[in-house]
Antibody
Framework: EIQLQESGPGLVKPSQSLSLICSVTGYTITSGYDWSWIRKFPGNKMEWMGYISYSGSTNYNPSLKSRISITRDTSKNQFFLQLNSVTTEDTATYYC????????????WGQGTLVTVSS | DIVLTQSPVLAVSLGQRATISCRASQSVSISSINLMHWYQQKPGQQPKLLIYRASNLASGIPARFSGSGSGTDFTLTIDPVQADDIAAYYCQQSRESPPTFGAGTKLELK
């Protein structure tokens, strides 16, 4: 069974960087698919942030392009989110998810982790 | 970006049919392939894929869920509604990058 689990700090100060880890079990992230980060804001709006593909290439939402980086550690079967220069507007629940492509959507999701940006 | 519009709330009685709509700001279909997907999210849980490519049931999803539509107008139908279906429902398009989501429809009991 494929499972994804987010981890990381629940509180980040404004202007600092937000860093999250997604640990994947039941599937090797280098075997296929695109490994995404999605966030859900307090008002329920959801935003796709970007992904790292099974080959290691990345694709980011243009709205975040200057602040976001998604990387991976294939030895640990993990991928990571870094979002720089955060503001209170970045307060959200962050999900990692497996994107099965245009035809199949986001098939597997982690449980999500709430990150609050506050001083 | 493609904007997806959903009604915020739908009130329904148990055992009745629920019809949830999603309208896209431009077509999300390529030829006969409709690149619209539907998710269910219950409070405190992650979203779950229900329907992919507008009308295909994801693995393990009960047959009372169905999807239809093409171009800019899509519908998720639940018939009959059960108590376990009370949740928020989101549409998502993959026709253009970035993938975008609707704001969600909260299904409530009448």
């Amino acid at each position: 069974e494929i499972q994804l689990q987010e981890s990381g700090p629940g509180l980040v100060k404004p202007s600092q960087s937000l860093s999250l880890i997604c640990s994947v079990t039941g599937y090797t992230i280098t075997s296929g698919y695109d490994w995404s980060w999605i966030r859900k804001f307090p008002g329920n709006k959801m935003e796709w942030m970007g992904y790292i593909s099974y080959s290691g290439s990345t694709n980011y939402n243009p709205s975040l392009k200057s602040r976001i980086s998604i990387t991976r550690d294939t030895s640990k079967n993990q991928f990571f989110l870094q979002l720089n220069s955060v503001t209170t507007e970045d307060t959200a629940t962050y999900y990692c998810a497996r994107y099965d492509g245009y035809y199949h959507g986001f098939a597997y999701w982690g449980q999500g982790t709430l990150v609050t940006v506050s001083s | 970006d493609i904007v997806l519009t959903q009604s915020p709330v739908l009130a329904v009685s148990l055992g009745q049919r629920a019809t949830i709509s999603c309208r896209a700001s431009q077509s999300v279909s390529i030829s006969s392939i409709n690149l619209m997907h539907w998710y269910q999210q219950k409070p405190g849980q992650q979203p779950k894929l229900l329907i992919y490519r507008a009308s295909n049931l994801a693995s393990g999803i009960p047959a009372r869920f169905s999807g239809s539509g093409s171009g800019t107008d899509f519908t998720l139908t639940i018939d009959p509604v059960q108590a376990d279906d009370i949740a928020a429902y989101y549409c998502q398009q993959s026709r253009e990058s970035p993938p975008t989501f609707g704001a969600g429809t909260k299904l409530e009991l009448k």
